[in-house]
């Protein structure tokens, strides 16, 4: 099947410099399109589709899906940091300097913190290690921020998702989990709360719908009425998120 439907989709005008993949996936019911930050694409079909009908529905989605892959394509340089005293790093849309300080100063497993305005990193570490525990850092509070945050909007869209946690993602903002867990990229708590919650708030109206088309579509807007707006700003900020790579 995988096979039959990969052929039917290379039969379209897919752009030759477009990556792409067919993914199987037994328990959805229609097409989803998904394109990860770096413009690839991934065509996940049920395990009973129809070549020809995923073909069609793809075809349909061209126009607007080249769009999304130019947009990605644009910002998939991913930010490098420096990690000396004055680099730049953002919470929940604040800007924080990094100061680098002796061990005694502070406290706590990742050698990181919040304090003053200053994200304070115990030094001397190297560059890699460093990039590791400030992504640490942002993990253990995205775990806090996202478990509080997450009751309010999971009651408006109907759903008692198993809970949520931050981690690294990989290619991929959030995740919904087989089970009805949400994950999130640690790298969106650098976002303002408001695109945290649309990240949120995607993921858990995936325990409703599993595609992406029309009643995936108002089953956000319960949760997030301007969720167009708020899409549109996010790909603006996604481009300019750090996932750890330092120098």
Same mark, same amino acid.
């Given at each position: 099947?995988?096979?039959?439907?990969?052929?039917?989709?290379?039969?379209?005008?897919?752009?030759?410099?477009?990556?792409?993949?067919?993914?199987?996936?037994?328990?959805?019911?229609?097409?989803?399109?998904?394109?990860?930050?770096?413009?690839?694409?991934?065509?996940?079909?049920?395990?009973?589709?129809?070549?020809?009908?995923?073909?069609?529905?793809?075809?349909?989605?061209?126009?607007?899906?080249?769009?999304?892959?130019?947009?990605?394509?644009?910002?998939?340089?991913?930010?490098?940091?420096?990690?000396?005293?004055?680099?730049?790093?953002?919470?929940?849309?604040?800007?924080?300097?990094?100061?680098?300080?002796?061990?005694?100063?502070?406290?706590?497993?990742?050698? @990181?913190?919040?304090?003053?305005?200053?994200?304070?990193?115990?030094?001397? @570490?190297?560059?890699?290690?460093?990039?590791?525990?400030?992504?640490?850092?942002?993990?253990?509070?995205?775990?806090?921020?996202?478990?509080?945050?997450?009751?309010?909007?999971?009651?408006?869209?109907?759903?008692?998702?198993?809970?949520?946690?931050?981690?690294?993602?990989?290619?991929? #903002?959030?995740?919904?989990?087989?089970?009805?867990?949400?994950?999130?990229?640690?790298?969106?708590?650098?976002?303002?709360?408001?695109?945290?919650?649309?990240?949120?708030?995607?993921?858990?109206?995936?325990?409703?719908?599993?595609?992406?088309?029309?009643?995936?579509?108002?089953?956000?807007?319960?949760?997030?009425?301007?969720?167009?707006?708020?899409?549109? #700003?996010?790909?603006?900020?996604?481009?300019?998120? #750090?996932?750890?790579? @330092?120098?």
């Amino acid at each position: 099947m995988n096979a039959s439907v990969q052929q039917a989709i290379a039969s379209l005008p897919v752009p030759e410099e477009w990556t792409w993949r067919v993914d199987v996936r037994p328990r959805r019911r229609t097409l989803g399109i998904e394109v990860a930050p770096d413009g690839a694409v991934v065509f996940a079909v049920p395990g009973d589709a129809e070549p020809e009908a995923v073909a069609a529905a793809v075809r349909s989605r061209l126009p607007r899906l080249a769009e999304e892959v130019r947009r990605r394509r644009v910002g998939a340089d991913e930010p490098i940091k420096r990690l000396i005293s004055g680099t730049e790093f953002r919470y929940l849309g604040r800007r924080h300097r990094l100061k680098r300080v002796s061990a005694d100063t502070v406290s706590g497993s990742c050698g @990181v913190r919040l304090r003053q305005g200053w994200l304070e990193l115990v030094w001397p @570490v190297t560059a890699a290690e460093g990039g590791r525990r400030i992504a640490e850092w942002y993990t253990a509070c995205g775990d806090r921020w996202l478990a509080a945050r997450m009751p309010p909007l999971a009651t408006r869209l109907g759903v008692e998702p198993r809970g949520v946690v931050a981690r690294d993602t990989g290619d991929w #903002w959030g995740a919904c989990e087989p089970d009805g867990g949400i994950v999130v990229h640690w790298a969106v708590m650098q976002l303002a709360p408001a695109l945290v919650d649309l990240v949120l708030a995607h993921e858990l109206s995936h325990l409703r719908v599993s595609g992406h088309g029309a009643r995936f579509r108002h089953q956000l807007r319960l949760a997030l009425p301007d969720v167009d707006d708020r899409e549109k #700003w996010f790909e603006d900020e996604a481009r300019h998120l #750090w996932r750890g790579a @330092v120098r």
